[in-house]
């Protein structure tokens, strides 16, 4: 994409899993950046991230000014957001939030764009929020086939990797990993345990904190994120989320109660024209994606699209996609590509 000049881009939480990827994807995606500045905590503070043909600096962001900032990606929790996001804005920056601090926030449009782009045209306060890296796979498979026929209720079950707890989710994976193999039990320290229980060789059926009524945050959040993205504000919806033994990729199983009847063939034909979606289902050749096939990849890939057996109007899919990249990432960058052209 071309904007009209160079954009000075700052990135908040540079360091981790999500503001890392946010630099790579700038680079990759050629966007106009004048000027880099990276903020991470005191702990990075003075580290060096490649940029180009060179490295760009890690500064704190206790000390961060954001003056002369045109894009602010904030990539370093809700706590971070909700301090030093209105405060990029107050100096003149538009900010792009990966955290949920602002997502349900109705002054803040919450973006997947190949699905509500629309939104962004709303009147809003300098925030724009990208949702939750299970919400993302699942609106942009099911966007095309809203369209079409309508949905009436959605089941979805989640199977998400270790990289969505971000870069200490990648290392508990890895540590418990090497331990077990060695016969030893998974040390680290349980007050800073990312994980409720052991992740390697396990799946646990917890993602984010418990809420009163037996959920967990995640799902409350997939359910209220996905609603409001696709603009079907009572949408049933029911969700599982489970925390998985792989590094990258995030796959849902989706259960959908459709308005009208489709048959899995149009099914088939719908997501293969719909943007940001690959049709991994072939007719016949039973093919899918999985977690390995979809990491450092864009796309939202879909597989084992069927028509549910017990439901007249029902559909099954698979759905699979990098949490790191369309999850959060690229999802974010393809957003700023949108503002840019009004800078
Ligand atoms: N991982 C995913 O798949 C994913 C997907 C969608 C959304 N998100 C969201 O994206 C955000 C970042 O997630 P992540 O996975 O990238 O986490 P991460 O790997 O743990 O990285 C966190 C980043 O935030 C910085 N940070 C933490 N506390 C800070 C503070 N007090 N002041 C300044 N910087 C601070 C860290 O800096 P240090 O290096 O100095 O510690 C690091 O750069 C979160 O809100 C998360 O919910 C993540």
Redesign the pocket.
């Known amino acids: 994409m071309r904007a009209e000049r160079e954009l000075a881009i700052a990135i908040?939480?540079?360091?981790?899993?999500?503001?890392?990827?946010v630099l790579r994807t700038l680079e990759e995606r050629q966007f106009p950046v004048g000027e880099v500045r990276l903020?991470?905590?005191?702990?990075?503070?003075g580290?060096f991230l490649e940029w180009r043909s060179g490295e760009a600096r890690?500064e704190?962001?206790?000390s961060a000014a954001f003056a002369d900032v045109d894009v602010a990606f904030?990539?370093?929790?809700?706590?971070?957001?909700a301090e030093?996001a209105p405060r990029a804005v107050d100096a003149g920056a538009v900010v792009i939030?990966?955290?949920?601090?602002f997502r349900m926030h109705p002054d803040v449009p919450l973006v997947v764009p190949e699905v509500n782009s629309c939104d962004l045209a709303e009147r809003h306060l300098g925030i724009v929020a990208?949702?939750?890296?299970t919400t993302?796979p699942i609106v942009v498979a099911l966007k095309p086939i809203v369209d079409a026929v309508g949905i009436e209720r959605v089941v979805a079950s989640s199977y998400q990797?270790v990289?969505?707890?971000?870069?200490?989710?990648?290392e508990a994976l890895s540590r418990e990993t090497v331990d077990l193999l060695n016969m030893r039990a998974p040390g680290g320290d349980e007050r800073e345990a990312v994980f409720p229980r052991r992740i390697a060789f396990n799946c646990i059926p917890q993602v984010d904190a418990f809420l009163e009524d037996g959920s967990t945050r995640e799902e409350a959040k997939v359910i209220a994120e996905t609603r409001r993205v696709l603009h079907l504000e009572s949408l049933p919806i029911a969700v599982t989320c489970v925390h998985v033994p792989t590094f990258y990729g995030?796959a849902v199983a989706l259960t959908v109660e459709l308005a009208q009847p489709l048959d899995a063939a149009d099914a088939r034909q719908l997501l293969r024209e719909a943007p940001g979606v690959i049709l991994c289902d072939l007719e016949g050749d039973m093919q899918y994606p999985t977690a390995a096939d979809v990491g450092g990849t864009d796309a939202v890939y879909v597989g084992r699209v069927r028509n549910d057996p017990s439901h007249p109007h029902g559909l099954q899919l698979w759905v699979a996609a990098d949490?790191?990249r369309k999850?959060?990432?690229l999802?974010a960058v393809q957003i700023a590509e949108i503002l840019a052209r009004e800078i």
Do not use: M
Not at 39 to 45: D, H, K, L, P
């Open positions: 908040v939480g540079a360091t981790g899993a999500v503001g890392s990827e903020f991470a905590s005191a702990r990075s503070a580290e890690v704190d962001l206790e904030f990539c370093a929790g809700g706590a971070v957001s030093y939030d990966k955290s949920s601090h990208s949702p939750n890296c993302i990797a990289s969505g707890g971000g870069k200490r989710g990648i995030h949490n790191v999850g959060a990432a999802n």
